[in-house]
């Protein structure tokens, strides 16, 4: 995209380096990276990053501080997972756009999906940073967005995360952590925050406490949770807590789950706004309502489910027959959505390639909804998913980076 930067990435890139950047990722997130990362970052100009941040903070507030959209969001969260004590705002965010060009040629977001649910914050601020250290990039580059720099950025996640207690009693709760693909994101925070990462399974609950065991075989009360468990994954993984979290609990959450259920692929028929595109759930498909707005053309159409995660389940050109399948009683958990045809934006030397681009967002207490950093999955295919891209090159997960200004020379 910015020129001179991507002509001169390309020309310069070898193979060696892209080595060196994996093995640096490695070693700097103490782990094996699992997921593909892309061979180059994208680079952006900063005025669209920032448009593009700009339009996820009103589409959040649109539901946030919609009262009829908080009541009725709230019947989408299920009973058995309805956490006491929720937050007035999501303390995270992420917003995922794509690129079209509009009819004069300029290039617009559109919406892909939000979710309120913390994203891979420390992992992308090490990559980003390895991008410019291992291939000796320009370094007035920058990856930060709202104007933080490294220590604000550290400073608003600590702030988010630990609040004022000691770490050890501050937990990232994940299921079977140490098989997520994610875990070089865990690995950043317990070096950063100094927190502990705990499997939920192994979380243990007495009266209204809640412990976890340390490596010293000892029981340490848990005063904060950072939540990176997914209900889907709870119940497609039968997996057994060893406490209710809907029970009155003396803890305290970063990132409360339910607003992982109140913003999500939910929200996308309440949105008004020329960068969403039209969406109807399926029961209300069935009865007729909506489905003018969407185009008469199946291929033209996306199948969602609304609570899976990293494109699970979703399909494309869903025929009738296959909507029908889904039982009646399971059709409101399931979406129907216009498929927007990306523009191909980065030059590479297997061809244009997509960049979806996904705005994260930390929104604490008492202060305002901030984009911090954002994160760029590259692919060809129909999805862009790294897990949808894995047999290609120069696709993957991968950085936004922009210059603060440019040098004199350019």
């Known amino acids: 995209m910015l020129q001179p930067y991507r002509e001169e990435f390309n020309r310069n890139f070898a193979a060696e380096k892209y080595a060196a950047l994996q093995k640096n990722l490695d070693e700097a997130t103490r782990t094996k990276v699992e997921f593909r990362v892309a061979e180059t970052p994208v680079f952006f100009d900063r005025a669209l990053l920032d448009e593009i941040a700009a339009v996820g903070i009103e589409l959040t507030r649109q539901l946030v501080e919609s009262p009829p959209y908080m009541r009725v969001s709230a019947e989408s969260i299920p009973a ?9 705002q999501p303390h995270f965010m992420t917003v995922d756009f794509g690129l079209v060009r509009d009819a004069d040629g300029v290039l ?19 990559l980003s940073r390895e991008y410019v250290a291992t291939y000796g990039l320009d370094k007035g580059l920058n990856w930060y967005l709202g104007g933080h720099d490294e220590a604000s950025y550290w400073e608003l996640l600590r702030r988010v995360i630990v609040a004022e207690h000691d770490p050890k009693q501050v937990v990232l709760m994940e299921v079977e952590p140490d098989s997520q693909k994610t875990l070089p994101d865990f690995k950043v925070y317990e070096d950063r925050l100094g927190i502990v990462t705990v499997d939920i399974a192994k979380i243990r609950q007495e009266g209204r406490k809640l412990f976890y065991q340390d490596g010293a075989g000892e029981w340490v009360r848990i005063l904060r949770i950072f939540n990176r468990a997914i209900v889907d994954e709870i119940e497609r993984k039968g997996i057994r807590l060893g406490f209710d979290p809907t029970a009155e609990l003396d803890v305290e959450w970063a990132g409360h789950p339910n607003w992982f259920f109140r913003i999500s692929k939910f929200s996308l028929p309440y949105l008004d706004h020329p960068s969403v595109p039209k969406a109807v759930f399926l029961d209300a498909w069935f009865r007729g309502e909506g489905s003018n707005a969407l185009p008469v053309d199946r ?8 609570y899976s995660f990293a494109g699970k389940g979703i399909q494309f050109a869903p025929s009738d027959e296959e909507l029908r399948a889904i039982p009646a009683g399971e059709r409101s958990l399931y979406l129907l959505q216009e498929r927007v045809s990306f523009e191909p934006v980065v030059e590479t030397p297997f061809g244009m390639t997509q960049a979806e681009i996904r705005v994260m967002y930390v929104w604490p207490d008492g202060g305002v909804m901030e984009p911090v950093i954002s994160l760029v999955r590259m692919g060809r295919g129909l999805m862009m998913g790294v897990d949808h891209n ?19 020379n350019r």
């Not at 058995?80 to 007035?88: D, H, L």
């Not at 291929?299 to 609304?306: A, D, E, M, Q």
């Not at 894995?390 to 004199?408: H, I, K, M, T, Y």
């Open 108 to 126: 617009q977001p559109r919406l892909v999906e939000m979710q309120a649910f913390p994203s891979v914050f420390g992992y992308q601020d090490v």
């Open 80 to 88: 058995a997972y309805n956490v006491r004590g929720e937050s007035a």
């Open 299 to 306: 291929s033209r159409i996306l199948l969602k489910p609304l």
């Open 390 to 408: 894995r047999n290609q090159e120069w696709v993957g997960g991968s950085a936004a980076l922009f210059p603060d200004c440019f040098p004199d």
